[in-house]
């Protein structure tokens, strides 16, 4: 199982940003997906998530600033980033909460490589 993300770079303080994170491989279910971010000398910090039903949960920080959404066809989650700030910079994750089998009795996390994002003001 991999997961591979996508879009991070650098953006101007107040502009958009899309990630996008593909999960690959023999999967039987994707329970949630989700962003993280961790900025230089802070610990990770969860950016938003959603569950397979399509309902989204936000940090605060980011509430009414950006969207994520998946397309469960393609096993792909999004982030749109707008209005960006300084603070948003940081190596963006994201998470897939999955099973790999039907007899698999419990979901595992699956991590993808980090994306940089970086804001100028």
């Known amino acids: 199982v991999q997961l591979q993300a996508s879009g991070g770079g650098l953006v101007q303080a107040g502009g958009s940003l899309r990630l996008s994170c593909a999960v690959s491989g023999s999967i039987f279910r994707i329970e949630s997906m989700g962003w993280y971010r961790q900025a230089p000398g802070k610990q990770r910090e969860l950016v938003a998530d959603i569950i397979s039903d399509g309902r989204p949960n936000y940090a605060d920080s980011v509430k009414g600033r950006f969207t994520i959404s998946r397309d469960n066809a393609k096993n792909t989650v999004y982030l749109q980033m707008n209005n960006v700030k300084p603070d948003d910079a940081g190596v963006y994750y994201c998470?897939?909460?999955?099973?790999?089998?039907?007899?698999?009795?419990?979901?595992?996390?699956?991590w993808g490589k980090g994306t940089l994002v970086t804001v100028s003001s």
């Open positions: 998470a897939a909460d999955l099973t790999l089998a039907e007899s698999d009795y419990e979901a595992s996390d699956y």
